[in-house]
């Protein structure tokens, strides 16, 4: 946005170029601000011109005072004088500053690197100091930062991982069904608060975008590795029910399903990570499940017959 009011001069770019910090992009008329510099250093030659008189007469009223061939009131209206003409000067010289800066205002350059968009001034258009509507817009496309949403119950999780070392983040683009991965970067930033609201926490990564496969305001899925589980205990996300005294599933011990409490590490791909509640050993329920309760008598039915029968009990397999 400009920074004054003028009129544009030159156009340095065309729409859609890519820029770097400090390139040229506009011009305004900076005719009358150069007009009011000459003047403000005339006033300063003069204002100089001024002081060194002042201070000649305050030294001439400061030898007269001492021999008594002049009054005291004298010598101090001659100090005075000095005072103020060092500060009719002091304020010519910050009015030539103020103007300086006014004049660097007049040319506008790229703030960063990056891409512009639609150019909404041409040559000879008048401009307004901080007009909502922007002269023209610079995205930065290298790099390029990736915000994602995070359930809050994998914050721990992925703290750690960013305490441990670099975590890997991968991005795909929604609409793009071909390709699984388009752009791989770092996770950079983890946020300080959980929004009440969701449940959520905000994560950003930085890619490098070299092939400018990202664009601002894209949506993508992103995914990022945290590291593995070596030898985890898993079971089919289904089998996991969740009561008021948390997650459980139901075991089954001979002809008997037996509701089992358990702790969960995550789900994911339909799997569920079991921390603690089951071994090896255990045969898990993933089918009947509504029909099942703690103690209720189950037949284990192996490789059955897809077979639709209201009677048939609660299949079980094996995880």
Same mark, same amino acid.
């Given at each position: 946005?400009?920074?004054l009011?003028?009129?544009v001069?030159a156009?340095?770019?065309k /729409?859609?170029d890519?820029?770097?910090?400090g390139?040229?992009l506009?011009?305004?008329d900076?005719?009358?601000?150069r !007009? #009011?510099a000459a003047q &403000?250093e005339?006033?300063?030659?003069? /204002?100089?011109?001024?002081?060194?008189?002042?201070r000649?007469?305050?030294?001439?009223?400061?030898?007269?005072?001492?021999?008594?061939?002049a009054?005291?009131?004298?010598?101090?209206?001659? !100090?005075?004088?000095?005072?103020?003409? #060092?500060?009719?000067?002091?304020?010519?010289?910050?009015?030539?500053?103020?103007?300086?800066?006014?004049?660097g205002?007049?040319?506008?350059?790229?703030?960063?690197?990056?891409?512009?968009?639609?150019?909404?001034? $041409?040559?000879g258009n008048n401009?307004?100091?901080n007009d909502?509507?922007?002269?023209? $817009?610079?995205?930065?496309?290298?790099?390029i930062r990736?915000?994602?949403?995070?359930p809050q119950?994998?914050?721990?999780a992925?703290r &750690?991982?960013? #305490?441990?070392?670099?975590?890997t983040v991968?991005?795909?683009?929604q609409?793009?069904?071909?390709?699984?991965?388009? !752009?791989?970067?770092t996770?950079?930033?983890?946020?300080?608060?959980? +929004? #009440?609201?969701t449940?959520?926490?905000?994560?950003r990564? *930085?890619?490098?975008? +070299?092939?400018?496969? &990202?664009?601002p305001?894209?949506?993508?899925?992103?995914a990022?590795?945290?590291g593995?589980? *070596?030898? !985890?205990l898993?079971?089919? +996300?289904?089998?996991?029910?969740?009561?008021?005294?948390g997650?459980?599933?139901?075991?089954?011990?001979? /002809?008997?399903?037996l509701?089992?409490?358990v702790?969960i590490?995550r789900?994911?791909?339909?799997?569920?990570?079991?921390?603690?509640?089951? /071994?090896?050993?255990?045969?898990?329920?993933? +089918?009947?499940?509504?029909a099942?309760k703690?103690?209720? $008598?189950?037949?284990?039915? $192996?490789?059955?017959?897809?077979?639709?029968?209201?009677?048939?009990?609660?299949?079980?397999?094996?995880?």
């Open positions: 946005r400009a920074r009011d003028s009129q001069t156009v340095h770019f /729409d859609g890519e820029v770097k910090m390139d040229p506009f011009d305004l900076d005719k009358s601000l !007009a #009011q &403000l005339a006033n300063i030659a003069r /204002d100089r011109a001024q002081l060194e008189n002042a000649r007469q305050s030294g001439r009223a400061e030898a007269l005072v001492a021999k008594g061939f009054t005291k009131a004298a010598r101090d209206d001659s !100090a005075a004088n000095v005072a103020v003409t #060092q500060a009719s000067l002091n304020a010519s010289i910050a009015a030539l500053d103020s103007i300086k800066v006014q004049l205002y007049t040319r506008i350059t790229a703030p960063i690197t990056g891409r512009t968009g639609t150019i909404n001034v $041409t040559l401009v307004k100091a909502p509507q922007p002269l023209v $817009t610079i995205n930065q496309l290298k790099p990736v915000q994602a949403a995070l119950q994998h914050f721990d992925v &750690l991982a960013m #305490q441990t070392g670099a975590v991968t991005a795909a683009r609409d793009d069904a071909t390709s699984n991965s388009i !752009a791989s970067g996770l950079d930033y983890l946020d300080n608060t959980i +929004d #009440q609201s449940g959520t926490f905000v994560t990564a *930085g890619f490098a975008n +070299d092939e400018e496969r &990202l664009l305001g894209m949506f993508v899925t992103v990022m590795s945290l593995g589980d *070596g030898m !985890a898993t079971v089919p +996300d289904v089998a996991v029910q969740r009561g008021q005294n997650d459980y599933v139901y075991v089954i011990a001979g /002809d008997k399903a509701q089992r409490p702790k590490a789900l994911q791909n339909n799997v569920a990570v079991i921390t603690s509640g089951l /071994d090896e050993a255990s045969v898990v329920a993933i +089918d009947g499940l509504l099942l703690d103690g209720s $008598t189950v037949k284990v039915i $192996t490789d059955a017959p897809k077979v639709a029968a209201p009677s048939v009990p609660a299949e079980i397999k094996t995880p």
